[in-house]
């Protein structure tokens, strides 16, 4: 069984910087693709931010020039650096990872903008 591990969630000023990490283990061997999303109460899981494991990337158009999506395949991590948060980014962020058709989710990290 495979688990996703976030961390770095917590509360921040607006425009200030928080960066997300997320550990998998277990079963895992190689995750294809990995992505954060996002979620406030009652609203959907929306995607904000993909990465290949060719490292190809892409972001929801709010995060585009303030957020960056990395990984590190061999430790099956992925990374989010958030810039220059906004109030509207606060949001549990969850980490996802697929391998050979199967998808996993982690429990999320909470991430509070506010002065």
């Known amino acids: 069984q495979v688990q996703l591990v976030e961390s770095g969630g917590g509360l921040v000023q607006p425009g200030g910087s928080l960066r997300l990490s997320c550990s998998a283990s277990?079963?895992?061997?190689?995750?294809?693709?990995m992505a954060w999303y996002r979620q406030t109460p009652g609203d959907q899981r929306e995607l904000v931010a993909i990465?290949?494991?060719?490292?190809?990337?892409k972001y929801a158009d709010s995060v585009k020039g303030r957020f960056t999506i990395s990984r590190d395949n061999a430790k099956n991590t992925v990374y989010l650096q958030m810039n220059s948060l906004k109030p509207e980014d606060a949001a549990v962020y969850y980490c996802?990872?697929?391998?050979?058709?199967?998808?996993?989710w982690g429990k999320g990290t909470l991430v509070t903008v506010s002065s």
């Open positions: 990465i290949s494991r060719g490292g190809a990337t």
């Open positions: 996802y990872a697929v391998q050979w058709g199967i998808d996993y």
């Open positions: 277990g079963s895992i061997s190689s995750a294809h693709t």
